[in-house]
């Protein structure tokens, strides 16, 4: 009974190194996203994913890719890292019928030095 | 998404109910209200939904008027373990965007 499990917790990185970050759930949900937290902020969404093959951007998106091979992974792939991308990283996931609740991870806390 | 409007912070006495509004005047007409909490920097957590009708479970109960354009998230007995930054989203029908704002910020204090 995971629900949604992000890698790493923890992740220092230099700037222009590029990293990406793990998100899986085993909850067969079609809907899955990512944001962003900044300090004293809401949630911001980067991007998103419908279903296997489907992505969309969201509020956020420059900087970050995503793919979505199989309905159970959501990478988030930071290019080319900057100091502006110092924040904490949430992947959720939501069965697509019905209105139903969102499940999201504990986090990644990335800094970018 | 429906803009939603919530104050940035609020007290609580422990024991007593918390009241915490949300104005979404925008929400069309089969646009749910959610209803997330934060606890530290935790993943947030699902506390409620509804639509028109209220509702209520294990957790808290949604108060939504008649008209849509608020509604009100009760706590009915306050611990400090609900001391969490508490969201009010109103995700456009279909898309499953949930556009986060800064929240109210409920302090349950002793």
């Known amino acids: 009974n995971a629900g949604v499990t992000q890698t790493p917790k923890f992740q220092v990185l230099k700037t222009g190194q590029s990293m990406t970050l793990q998100c899986a759930q085993d909850?067969?949900?079609?809907?899955m996203s990512w944001y962003r937290q900044d300090p004293g902020m809401g949630l911001r969404l980067i991007h998103y994913s419908v279903g296997a093959g489907i992505t969309d951007q969201g509020e956020v998106p420059n900087g970050y890719n995503v793919s979505r091979s199989t309905t159970e992974d959501f990478p988030l792939r930071l290019l080319s890292a900057a100091p502006s991308q110092t924040s904490v990283y949430f992947c959720a996931s939501t069965s697509r019928w019905g209105a139903i609740e969102a499940f999201f991870g504990q986090g990644t806390r990335l800094t970018v030095v | 998404d429906a803009k939603t409007t919530q104050p940035p912070s609020m007290d609580c006495a422990e024991g007593r109910a918390a009241n915490l509004p949300c104005n979404h005047s925008?929400?069309?007409?089969?646009?749910?209200v959610y209803w997330y909490r934060q606890i530290h920097s935790q993943g947030p957590q699902y506390i409620i939904h509804g639509l028109k009708n209220n509702e209520t479970n294990e957790m808290a109960s949604l108060i939504i008027t008649e008209d849509r354009k608020s509604s009100t998230l009760i706590l009915p007995h306050a611990t400090l373990r609900d001391t969490a930054v508490y969201y009010c989203?109103?995700?456009?029908?279909?898309?499953?965007?949930?556009?986060f704002g800064t929240g109210t910020r409920l302090k349950v204090l002793a």
């Open positions: 989203i109103v995700p456009t029908s279909g898309t499953y965007k949930y556009i």
């Open positions: 909850m067969n949900h079609e809907y």
């Open positions: 925008t929400i069309s007409g089969n646009e749910y």
